[in-house]
């Protein structure tokens, strides 16, 4: 399955932005999708995952209450909805597919898209 993240822009602290991830080669309707994001010298971390069903979701304990993450099997598409972004969310941010939403949050999907990257200025 092949990602394609799109979305980033640069954006002011407060304000919002929301990611795409479209997928293509086959359906990820049966996948859990997620979303990491790598700052500049830091490494990859996990942002949040949602299940193949949507119905239940996960997130890393700094953008919890402020982002959300859905999708639509439908569409082939995930999303992740970021609100009240700050400058330390500044970072590439990735999309990825796994079998399972534990192996997303844990970093260990089987797909990964190409990054796109979000610049938050204060």
């Known amino acids: 399955v092949q990602l394609q993240a799109s979305g980033g822009g640069l954006v002011q602290a407060g304000g919002s932005l929301r990611l795409s991830c479209a997928a293509s080669?086959?359906?990820?309707?049966?996948?859990?999708m997620g979303w990491f994001r790598q700052a500049p010298g830091k490494e990859r971390e996990f942002v949040a995952a949602?299940?193949?069903?949507?119905?239940?979701?996960d997130y890393t304990d700094s953008v919890k209450g402020r982002f959300t993450i859905s999708r639509d099997n439908a569409k082939n598409t995930c999303w992740l909805q970021m609100n009240s972004v700050k400058p330390e969310d500044t970072a590439v941010y990735y999309c990825?597919?796994?079998?399972?939403?534990?192996?997303?949050?844990?970093?260990?999907?089987?797909?990964w898209g190409q990054g796109t990257l979000v610049t938050v200025s204060s």
């Open positions: 990825a597919a796994g079998n399972t939403i534990r192996t997303v949050v844990t970093g260990q999907p089987h797909s």
């Open positions: 080669g086959r359906t990820v309707s049966t996948y859990a």
């Open positions: 949602i299940t193949w069903t949507g119905s239940s979701t």
